[in-house]
T-cell receptor, first 115, second 109 residues
């Protein structure tokens, strides 16, 4: 969905490096999420934000941090990347007014490899 | 915490055969959502079920929500190669969604 973009789309980095993944959306949604996808484990929530001043930890936040720079931008950082953070990362958005549907719209994903 | 379990993990069918994936929650759900992820793609919302015992159809796809609102199923009739991908169910936990691990569907033509 071109309304939710992620950069970079692919990244290879080395252990110990700091990495930032960026997400932008033009949907005007207030809620944004970061997920991690590993084979056989589905989508695991890392962090989520319901507005610019709201940041919440998800199921697997250790080793990650986020920044909500604006309503349309939500960045995920790995302060010191490690190999088991190799995964496919998705950003998603939803609209709090979209009740009761609360559909989430996903970006195209960032494939991160940590060597 | 709340868990959403999905079976099977993987299914390989001959084109034209039917396919079903099942989703079970450890807690009662207010609603359940289904998403499809094509190979190399991102999850895309398919449907939301809200009512106990609800059944909804989208062409060859039939979605059911259990009477106790703890389980759901997605059935595809006469699969086609365009059905390949991973199907996820997801249930709300507060303001978040908890996703099942997904069922990978492969269709042999």
């Amino acid at each position: 969905d071109a309304d939710v973009t992620q950069t970079p789309r692919n990244r290879i980095t080395k252990t110990g490096k700091r990495i930032m993944l960026e997400c932008s959306q033009t949907k005007g949604h207030d809620r944004m999420y970061w997920y991690r996808q590993d084979p056989g484990l589905g989508l695991q929530l890392i962090y989520y934000s319901f507005d610019v001043k709201d940041i919440n930890k998800g199921e697997i936040s250790d080793g990650y941090s986020v920044s909500r720079q604006a309503q349309a931008k939500f960045s995920l950082s790995l302060e010191s990347a490690i190999p088991n953070q190799t995964a496919l990362y998705f950003c998603a958005t939803s609209d709090a007014r979209d009740r009761p549907r609360n559909e989430q719209f996903f970006g195209p994903g960032t494939r991160l490899t940590v060597l | 915490g709340q868990q959403v379990m999905q079976i099977p993990q993987y299914q390989h069918v001959q084109e034209g055969e039917d396919f079903t994936t099942y989703c079970n929650s450890s807690t009662t759900l207010s609603n359940i959502q289904w998403y499809k992820q094509r190979p190399g793609g991102h999850p895309v919302f398919l449907i939301q079920l809200v009512k106990s015992g609800e059944v909804k159809k989208q062409k060859r796809l039939t979605f059911q929500f259990g009477e106790a609102k703890k389980n759901s199923s997605l059935h595809i009739t006469a699969t086609q190669t365009t059905d390949v991908g991973t199907y996820f169910c997801a249930g709300p936990n507060g303001n978040k969604l908890v996703f099942g691990a997904g069922t990978i569907l492969r269709v042999k033509s």
